[in-house]
């Protein structure tokens, strides 16, 4: 186990820390951009009070508005231009997963020379990563993607219908002002899907990463436990501000790289689900609790000890065969997420079985190494994949 672990990222946590936002971005520029989504911080409040705050500080303001839920890279091409043109120094995102990674695409799209297409992996020769980004500070409205403090973004190029990723230290934000108020308006079926997408972080590297990572086991099984917690506690009384902490909490830490530090892993069911998510529109977390129980039952058959030691760790599975338990303890995550609201078919999300080749085909493009095959473990094929998906049909 070998590796180096940086996260430059500055964290305020706790209620009521959005007023010191403000504070927090006149120390990176006089005239910020504020990234929103559909207008959801429109109506609770959140965008005035943010304004506010920059006001305060002496800090002028534009926005740009009406980022998707997946987001497309038309809108991130839009806010690079907003930002150039107003002369933005700092560009702030305000919103879910999908606001974040775009303000962190727009924030070096203002630098970048060239097609922004070439920062992400989409079957070309050769990817471009961007070097120089505008200074960026989230102020996550969900718990779901711990975008707020890693260096990664997903986007959708709406031509191609092709959801791809980029990754770089440009884009670290510089800091993470994180409000658990902020999300207590946030709908019993979204706060279901971040709580899955939470722990799908966790459970991509827990399963997939090196083998002898013990402190990192123990870790990601804390995570979850305290997800499945005070998540079900949010989804009930989204007014429970201590599980909305907890919870965003949970989040953060399940993407910040701290959980995954020496497992070296790929991350092959949110790359399924991206796929899926491009081609359908539909939330980024109902999609993975779709994929991932699937995948795990696929993923068990071949190392039956590493998820029979999740099924007797996180559920208390006494069985002592490791196929055994490991069956059962994937059932009984698929019936936790059933409980919350999330879905576990694609037919729930409106999804047949038409197109699985299709998003075999997709997914290795963007996913796929050198042997066509999506990095995991085990490594899947195109055939693999589509046998994944048939049985989440």
Known sequence: MKFEYQNPTRMIFGAGTLLRLGEVAREYGNKAMIVTG?????????????VASLDEAGVSAVECSGVEPNPRLSSVARGG???????CD???????????????????????????????????AARRLPTRALPIITVPTLAATGSEMNSGAVITDEKTMIKSFVGAKCLYPKAAIVDPELTVSVPPDQTAYGICDLITHITEAYFNGVDGTPVQ????????????EYGPKAVADGNDLDARAQTQWASVVALNGWVQAGTLSPFPVHMIEHTLSAQHDIAHGAGLSV??????????????????????????????DDMEAALEGIDRFEAFLRSIGCPTRLSECGIGDELLDRYAEDTLLVAGNAEGQLPGRPMMTKADIVEVLRAAV
Do not use: C
């Open 217 to 228: 086991d123990r870790f990601a099984e804390g995570v979850i436990l305290t997800a499945m």
């Open 38 to 50: 559909g207008g959801s911080v429109k109506r609770n409040g959140a965008f005035d009070r943010a």
């Open 81 to 87: 231009e907003i930002a150039r043109r107003e002369s």
């Open 90 to 124: 700092v560009v702030i995102a305000l919103g879910g997963g999908s606001v974040m990674d775009a303000a962190k695409v727009m924030a070096a799209a203002v630098f970048y020379e060239g097609d922004l297409w070439n920062m992400f992996p989409h079957g070309q």
């Open 291 to 320: 994929v991932n129980p699937a995948w795990m039952r696929f993923a068990a058959k071949t190392r039956p000890a590493r998820f029979a030691q999740f099924a007797r760790r996180i559920f208390g599975i006494t069985k002592s």
